[in-house]
């Protein structure tokens, strides 16, 4: 069982998302699935899985930088019993794999968790090559995909393990970068498809996802300032979306979504799609990535580009708040 607590999120925080989900979480995994199966496209170093390399070397193959190969191999071996997981870079997993993402893990619906690293802006100066600002889009667009993203490392941790005990083709996107920021110093439960409420509030709801909850945090603090209370959900599921928190939260004068990926597709878009199917519900305010490619720079350098730092984030939603007064 992973445990969050003060000493562990710190520990998990200097590991980031995936250092600390495959530090951690993965041997936790393993005292469910003690035959669980990695499956890298050469990024076992950059993923944190030595760790795991080493203890357990007859279940871990390197396939070397083929993400097309890493989905096929993985699903042979799934369609054998196997629990497998694989790690790619987000982008590639996402877009070079696509068909056999699609083909495997969706119509086949093998037991495969594929997990992209360094989704959003986390490759820094790679360049918009690296970038996975479209990965929940594409992923969402498969049937049957369940997509996590979560909002610090040690949910991470969590989210791994929660994965592993669906039986069923998962994608998880692990974002920001080392250091991560922490949002959970308590220990909770995970569960997939329920949202989190972290901070109480009833003129407007943020909706955040990945690491954009920690910012939507500090955000809401700066809000609340102009005399506004700001309630703030991690939305660590995108598919499913969980339906019943955001009903629970139609009083709100509106919804703000924040995500680090493109507006189009992702988290906006889904809870978009929601509000369509819907009577009663508040507007929703999309904040993300604008449908625009980035100059490459560090990562605080792309997110304020973005307007996805928290002082950015609470302007533009105070700019919406004084156009529906």
């Known amino acids: 069982m992973v445990v969050n607590n003060k000493l562990n999120s710190r520990v998990y925080s200097k590991l980031g ?112 090559t690296h970038y996975a600002i479209e990965d929940i889009s594409i992923m969402r667009s498969i049937p049957g995909m369940t997509i996590l993203s979560p909002s610090d490392a040690g949910q991470a941790t969590k989210a791994l393990v929660a994965a592993t005990e669906l039986n069923a083709p ?41 690491s954009m909850v920690y910012n939507s945090i500090k955000a809401a603090e700066i809000v609340e300032k102009e005399g506004l209370s700001v309630r703030v959900i991690d939305m660590h599921t995108i598919k499913p979306l969980d339906i019943d928190i955001l009903k629970k939260c139609c009083k709100s004068k509106f919804f703000v979504s924040v995500e680090e990926h493109n507006i189009v597709g992702g988290l906006g878009t889904a809870i978009s799609e929601l509000i369509a199917s819907q009577n009663n519900f508040p507007t929703l305010l999309r904040l993300g990535v604008m449908d625009s490619f980035s100059h490459p720079g560090d990562y605080a350098f792309l997110l304020k580009q973005n307007r996805l730092q928290p002082e950015q984030i609470a302007e533009d939603i105070l700019i919406k708040n004084k156009s529906i007064i």
């Open 170 to 210: 998962v994608y998880i996107r692990f974002t920001g970068t080392m250091n991560c920021p922490i949002v959970y110093n308590e220990d909770y439960k995970l569960e997939v498809g329920k949202a989190i409420q972290v901070k109480e509030g009833t003129n407007i709801t943020i909706i955040a996802t990945g």
């Open 17 to 128: 998302q995936s250092g600390a989900s495959f530090g951690v979480g993965l041997l936790e995994a393993l005292k469910l699935y003690p035959d669980l199966i990695v499956l890298s496209a050469d990024m076992s170093k950059t993923a944190g899985l030595d760790r795991f390399k080493s203890m357990y070397p007859d279940q871990f193959f390197n396939v070397g930088i083929a993400e097309q190969n890493l989905i096929g191999i993985a699903a042979g071996m799934s369609s054998e019993g196997k629990k497998v997981i694989v790690t790619a870079q987000a982008a590639f997993i996402s877009m070079r794999s696509f068909e056999q993402v699609r083909q495997y893990m969706g119509y086949m619906h093998s037991d495969i968790i594929a997990i992209g690293i360094g989704a959003g802006f986390s490759l820094t100066f790679f360049g918009n």
